[in-house]
Nanobody
Framework: QVQLVESGGGLVQAGGSLRLSCAAS????????MGWFRQAPGKEREFVAR???????????EYADFVKGRFIIDRDNAENAVYLQMNSLKPEDTAVYYCRRTDDKIYWGKGTLVTVSS
């Protein structure tokens, strides 16, 4: 059974950093594109970042414009995990962050809450 479990959320001040982790089980992790989405209070879920299947220098990485230069997505296939390093956090980054696995089907984690205070 495919499971995605996010962790690392919490409360930080504006300008601070958090590192989110997503631990995956089921399937062969290295075969799947992975991504992060978020949903802020009163808003729809939105794309944050993605990292493709592959290895070494072959990853295809994409970021939403509002996180470019601040967030870094990475993966460790040996640990079946994908990470989101979030720097220079802003109050508008406050949201529940969801891990996503994509192949011919989409799987979601249950989310981890990030709250950025002013």
């Amino acid at each position: 059974q495919v499971q995605l479990v996010e962790s690392g959320g919490g409360l930080v001040q504006a300008g601070g950093s958090l590192r989110l982790s997503c631990a995956a089980s089921g399937g062969t992790f290295s075969r799947y594109d992975m991504g992060w989405f978020r949903q802020a209070p009163g808003k729809e879920r939105e794309f944050v970042a993605r990292i493709s299947r592959g290895g070494h220098s072959t990853y295809d990485i994409e970021y939403a414009d509002f996180v470019k230069g601040r967030f870094i997505i990475d993966r460790d296939n040996a640990e079946n995990a994908v990470y989101l390093q979030m720097n220079s956090l802003k109050p508008e980054d406050t949201a529940v962050y969801y891990c996503r696995r994509t192949d011919d089907k989409i799987y979601w984690g249950k989310g981890t809450l990030v709250t950025v205070s002013s």
